[in-house]
T-cell receptor, first 114, second 112 residues
Framework: DAGVIQSPRHEVTEMGQEVTLRCKPI?????LFWYRQTMMRGLELLIY????????DSGMPEDRFSAKMPNASFSTLKIQPSEPRDSAVYFC????????????FGDGTRLSIL | DQQVKQNSPSLSVQEGRISILNCDYT??????FLWYKKYPAEGPTFLIS???IKDKNEDGRFTVFLNKSAKHLSLHIVPSQPGDSAVYFC???????????WGAGTKLIIKP
C-alpha cells in the first residue's frame, strides 16, 4: 500500500521566493496534518484538516504560511515570501477517521531558505 | 510547559539485550499513547499504541507499559536488534483528540 507521499524531498531556495510543498495522503484517510520539525522546537503541528476542511490552523506561524486541501487526495503548504528561519523539515501525516487511530507520516520535505 | 517528557536524549544498549525507553506525562486527561520510531531522512513510523483502559500492549518484540498513577509509560524492545537504532518518540492525546502532544525523542543506539 502506498503511504503518505510528499514532494519535493528537498527544496533549496532564496529568501523571498515562494515555496510550495505537496502532500498526497493515504487513500481513505480523512484527516490530514502538516508538521514542522526543528532542532529547537521539535515536532510542531501547523494545521489540521478533517474531510478537506481546515479545523485548526493555530500552529501556522505567520500569514506568510497558508495551506489548502482542494480534495481528499491532495494538500499544499505554501510559504510566501520565504525567510531563512523557515528552514526545517516539513512533514505531512494522515489518519483514518477520528478517535484512537495513529497518524501515518510521509518522509518529509527538507526546506532550506538561503 | 512540556506535557510529555522523554528525559533521556539517548540510550545505548547491547544487541540482544532489552531496551527500555521511558516517557512521563503531566496531563491526567491523556487517554491514548503512541510510540513512533524515526530513522534519519524519513518520517516517523508508528510502532505501537495503548489506551488508558489497558496497562500493557504487546506486538512482537515491542511492549508498551502504562502506569496511570505514576503518569508514566515505557517501551520495551526484546531482544534489541541493530535495525532498532533510531529516534523514538512518545506521543499522547486526550479523548481521541486529533492533537498529539509529542515528547522530544530518545535516540536509541544498539551496539554490536
Amino acid at each position: 500500500d502506498a503511504g503518505v507521499i510528499q514532494s519535493p524531498r528537498h527544496e533549496v531556495t532564496e529568501m523571498g521566493q515562494e515555496v510550495t510543498l505537496r502532500c498526497k495522503p493515504i487513500s481513505g484517510h480523512n484527516s490530514l496534518f502538516w508538521y514542522r520539525q526543528t532542532m529547537m522546537r521539535g515536532l510542531e503541528l501547523l494545521i489540521y484538516f478533517n474531510n478537506n476542511v481546515p479545523i485548526d490552523d493555530s500552529g501556522m506561524p505567520e500569514d506568510r504560511f497558508s495551506a489548502k486541501m482542494p480534495n481528499a487526495s491532495f494538500s499544499t503548504l505554501k510559504i510566501q515570501p520565504s525567510e531563512p528561519r523557515d528552514s526545517a523539515v516539513y512533514f505531512c501525516a494522515s489518519r483514518p477517521g477520528q478517535g484512537f487511530q495513529p497518524q501515518h507520516f510521509g518522509d518529509g520535505t527538507r526546506l532550506s531558505i538561503l | 510547559d512540556q506535557q510529555v517528557k522523554q528525559n533521556s536524549p539517548s540510550l545505548s544498549v547491547q544487541e540482544g539485550r532489552i531496551s527500555i525507553l521511558n516517557c512521563d506525562y503531566t496531563n491526567s486527561m491523556f487517554d491514548y499513547f503512541l510510540w513512533y520510531k524515526k530513522y534519519p531522512a524519513e518520517g516517523p513510523t508508528f510502532l505501537i499504541s495503548i489506551s488508558s483502559i489497558k496497562d500493557k500492549n504487546e506486538d512482537g518484540r515491542f511492549t508498551v507499559f502504562l502506569n496511570k498513577s505514576a503518569k508514566h509509560l515505557s517501551l520495551h524492545i526484546v531482544p534489541s536488534q541493530p535495525g532498532d537504532s533510531a529516534v523514538y518518540f512518545c506521543a499522547a492525546s486526550d479523548k481521541g483528540n486529533y492533537q498529539l502532544i509529542w515528547g522530544a525523542g530518545t535516540k536509541l543506539i544498539i551496539k554490536p
